[in-house]
């Protein structure tokens, strides 16, 4: 998994998942505190994810909420939008196309 970007977009590609959870987390949880306004995450690279890594992204959807930011998901692929139609998840992130 690969993450690069600013505190207001950031790229995602590879694998979200339990083995790249924990640095994901950091580096996202880093970005929503240190910007303000929408947080950008373009997922267009991201080939997988996992139940960790969902949550991944559901806890820094939360964080942005406290912090006053939102959480936008740019270019989901089909895939992964499918999964958050399924868990209706998409109902709560913000999915930009």
């Keep these: 998994m690969h993450i690069?970007?600013?505190h207001a977009r950031l790229v995602v590609a590879g694998r979200l998942d339990v083995r790249s959870a924990h640095?994901?987390?950091t580096a996202?949880?880093?970005a929503v505190d240190a910007g303000d306004g929408d947080l950008v995450l373009d997922l267009a690279g991201l080939d997988s994810w996992d139940a960790t890594g969902l949550g991944v992204i559901m806890g820094t959807h939360r964080?942005?909420?406290r912090c006053g930011r939102r959480l936008v998901l740019h270019d989901?692929?089909?895939r992964m939008r499918r999964v958050l139609v399924a868990t209706r998840l998409h109902r709560v992130l913000t999915i930009a196309p």
């Design 4 to 6: 690069r970007g600013d």
């Design 23 to 25: 640095d994901a987390r």
């Design 28 to 30: 996202l949880h880093r």
């Design 63 to 65: 964080r942005a909420g």
């Design 76 to 78: 989901v692929p089909p």
